[in-house]
């Protein structure tokens, strides 16, 4: 069983930051990426960014590029999303998720249907 959990949300006025935080448990498995995607109400999920596990390539939506860090530590099998400049707009639940490591490709990373783990999400809001 494995077994993603994200913390770090909260609440935050507009230009601020937070940094979320997503843990593995369970048992060992092989990975190409891990990713980090939001659902805001009233619309679908989508993708926000994307980390290589081995080698950290990094992929990110156009909408977060230079707001957003994402980075992993191996060792800790825990991914990270540093979020800068907070926007109203970034107000969403945001969801970890990670692949079984069966298909390494990189245009693959963006789509929800790569991931094959998903964790339960933690809630961003971002007030004006």
């Known amino acids: 069983q494995v077994r993603l959990v994200e913390s770090g949300g909260g609440l935050v006025q507009a230009g601020g930051s937070l940094r979320l935080a997503c843990a593995t448990s369970?048992?060992?498995?092989?990975?190409?990426?891990m990713a980090w995607f939001r659902q805001a109400p009233g619309k679908e999920r989508e993708f926000v960014a994307a980390?290589?596990?081995?080698?950290?390539?990094?992929y990110y939506a156009d909408s977060v590029k230079g707001r957003f860090t994402i980075s992993r530590d191996n060792a800790k099998n825990t991914v990270y999303l540093q979020m800068n400049s907070l926007k109203p707009e970034d107000t969403a639940v945001y969801y970890c998720?990670?692949?079984?490591?069966?298909?390494?490709?990189?245009?693959?990373?963006?789509?929800?249907?790569?991931?094959?783990?998903w964790g339960q999400g933690t809630q961003v809001t971002v007030s004006s």
């Open positions: 998720a990670a692949d079984r490591g069966n298909i390494c490709i990189s245009s693959t990373y963006y789509a929800q249907t790569h991931y094959d783990y």
């Open positions: 369970g048992r060992t498995f092989s990975r190409c990426a």
């Open positions: 980390i290589r596990w081995t080698g950290g390539g990094t």
